[in-house]
């Protein structure tokens, strides 16, 4: 990790620095992706400009309609799904998320989030022009990183300083820089990260830790958001916002004494000790760096609407119109040879004549759905590695039989069609676990979104049977599988069950995975413009649950 200044200011001793690197609790050890970031600049604008809220506005004015404003959605509906909590954290590993919207293509692969960085002196409105961008945004996954949360643990003496004003929090050592281009990373893999909450009254950690996802847009705040080289290169958009200095001293008093519970004379003591030296050695030189220049923070709605306009630029580029590409996405005929398909016996095809009939009454469309469920289950099962095993019969004759190699085996359904799907898992495999992932398509995007996720903690672990009674045009199933991939199951580790798909959607999930094992009883011809399966069977789950029709 290389810093951006090789001396230090004479005044910023202080920290003895035997403060514990922080942990963050289930980083995993795979961390190789630490060398991520090789885009730097490929994104953001190339040259530095400051912009102005006087800046003359003439010809093009059009370009800078606020994104708000072109999609018309109500204001407390992208606030909850907005600014708040995208992650919003449950008991133990339950997330519930605001609706996450696809952060992959249609091959299955990341879309890399866009990170923009936020520096600037404290107080400076860094938070405020944060909140204002993504605000201005108005895209469902945004989220909002700061640097104060990687503040290092503090030693006991160094403790007893901070209480008396004398420790050195603008000091580059005061931060774990490792820990931040670890988290940032992860982030733009679209791994989940377990991010400290720093308590500014204590100067301590909270001892709960904040979930975060990958994001289509993550925001980066903090004083040295600029200082090390590391993460500058992680950064594809750098704002450095410039408020002047008695405007920051004035904010800082107030906020300090309002909210971090401070006295005036300790603020004054730090600030001039230690606030202000580094702002002028670190802070205000990492300027350079900044693609823009925001002068007085979040007042210059100019500045933020420009930034905003160029974000929502870039993420158009990358596209995220996943389900209309999936529903016509051009494959040839020849069917994939992942594609596990239940041979068309009479049998089957009587199950299918019950349950595709619009006339078959629910308990019947129950018990039909159930044998049709067992036997794509066995099937799975049937296409797992089997070891040879030699066991005594009670006659005392050995016999030469099989027993399933892979021990560890989750069901894992998408809600609610999927569900019914787990009694025959469990009928077939005691002790199985399950997990679930409820997702549903936003009716004004068309797009799948992620509500809720409860899996297993060493779900890596695991060969998964991933469960959706009938898969269309496959949207879900690879958000699903890209789930577990970010969980870290690998792919030749999944098996898809499934009782009815589409020509498209096996086409799909066979293309972005082509290791992961596809299994169902009937592959219909093609999907509607409402991308229902044709002839299809109608809503799987509002049949067997017995609930009325729902719009999707
Ligand atoms: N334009 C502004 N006018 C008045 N007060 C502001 C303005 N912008 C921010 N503040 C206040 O100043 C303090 C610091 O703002 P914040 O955005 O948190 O800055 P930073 O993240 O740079 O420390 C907060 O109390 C905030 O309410
Ligand atoms: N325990 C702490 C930790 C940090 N500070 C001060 O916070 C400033 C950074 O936060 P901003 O929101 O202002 O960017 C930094 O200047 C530290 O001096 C603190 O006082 N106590």
Redesign the pocket.
């Known amino acids: 990790m290389s810093g951006r200044f090789k001396q230090d200011p004479p005044s910023s001793a202080s920290s003895d620095s035997g403060g514990e690197d922080c942990i963050v609790p289930p980083m995993e050890e795979d961390e190789s992706n630490a060398e991520m970031g090789e885009n730097e600049g490929s994104q953001g604008p190339s040259s530095t400009r400051t912009i102005s809220s006087t800046t003359p506005q003439t010809s093009n004015q059009n370009t800078l309609r606020s994104p708000r404003s072109r999609r018309q959605r109500t204001t407390s509906q992208s606030q909850t799904s907005r600014s708040g909590e995208p992650i919003l954290r449950g008991r133990r590993r339950t997330i519930y998320t605001a609706g996450r919207p696809p952060w992959y293509d249609c091959q299955g692969q990341l879309v890399e989030p866009f990170v923009i960085g936020v520096c600037?002196?404290?107080?400076?409105?860094?938070?405020?022009?944060?909140?204002k961008i993504i605000e201005e945004l108005d895209v469902p996954w945004v989220t909002l990183l700061?640097l104060d949360s990687f503040y290092k643990v503090l030693t006991e003496k160094q403790h007893d300083d901070a209480a008396r004003n004398e420790y050195n929090f603008d000091h580059p050592d005061a931060f774990d820089f490792e820990l931040v281009v670890k988290t940032l990373s992860r982030l733009k893999e679209g791994k989940k990260v377990e991010v400290p909450i720093y308590n500014f009254v204590t100067h301590r950690r909270e001892t709960k830790t904040k979930t975060m996802y990958g994001a289509n847009v993550i925001i980066f705040?903090g004083?040295l958001a600029f200082y090390s080289h590391d993460v500058i290169k992680l950064l594809d958009m750098k704002v450095f916002?410039d408020?002047d200095s008695d405007?920051?001293l004035v904010?800082?008093l107030?906020?300090d004494i309002?909210?971090r519970g401070r006295e005036l004379d300790g603020v004054l003591k730090q600030y001039f000790k230690f606030v202000k030296p580094a702002f002028d050695y670190y802070i205000a030189p990492s300027m350079v760096h900044a693609d823009i220049i925001v002068p007085?923070?979040?007042?210059n709605e100019v500045a933020i609407n420009l930034i905003a306009q160029n974000v929502m630029t870039q993420l158009q580029q990358r596209g995220f119109k996943l389900r209309e590409k999936l529903a016509h996405a051009n494959f040839g005929i020849v069917r994939p040879s992942s594609l596990h398909l239940l041979p068309s016996t009479p049998q089957i095809r009587g199950l299918h004549t019950f349950i595709r009939n619009k006339d078959t009454p629910r308990d019947e469309f129950i018990f039909y759905s159930k044998r049709l469920i067992r036997l794509v289950i066995e099937h799975a099962l049937a296409l797992l590695p089997f070891t040879d095993v030699t066991v005594e019969t009670p006659q005392g004759i050995p016999y030469e039989g099989k027993r399933i190699a892979t021990e560890k085996i989750c069901g894992v359904s998408i809600l609610r069609a999927g569900e019914t799907m787990e009694n025959a898992l469990c009928e077939v495999l005691k002790d199985v676990r399950i997990g679930k992932i409820l997702i549903q398509t936003n009716l004004d995007t068309g797009e799948p979104e992620l509500y809720y996720l409860r899996l297993p903690k060493d779900i890596k672990d695991y060969h998964i049977f991933l469960m959706d009674a009938t898969v269309a045009t496959g949207a879900a199933a690879i958000m699903a599988i890209r789930v577990l991939l970010d969980h870290e199951v690998p792919e030749d580790h999944i098996s898809l069950c499934s009782l009815l798909m589409t020509e498209q959607g096996v086409h799909n999930i066979a293309y972005a995975f082509p290791k992961v094992r596809i299994v169902t009883t009937a592959v219909d011809p093609c999907v509607n413009e409402k991308f229902y399966i044709v002839p299809g069977i109608g809503n799987f789950g509002d049949r067997y649950f017995g609930t009325e029709p729902s719009d999707q």
């Open positions: 600037g002196g404290s107080a400076s409105g860094k938070t405020t022009v944060a909140k700061s705040e004083i916002v408020t405007e920051r904010r800082r107030r906020r309002a909210e007085r923070g979040g007042d």
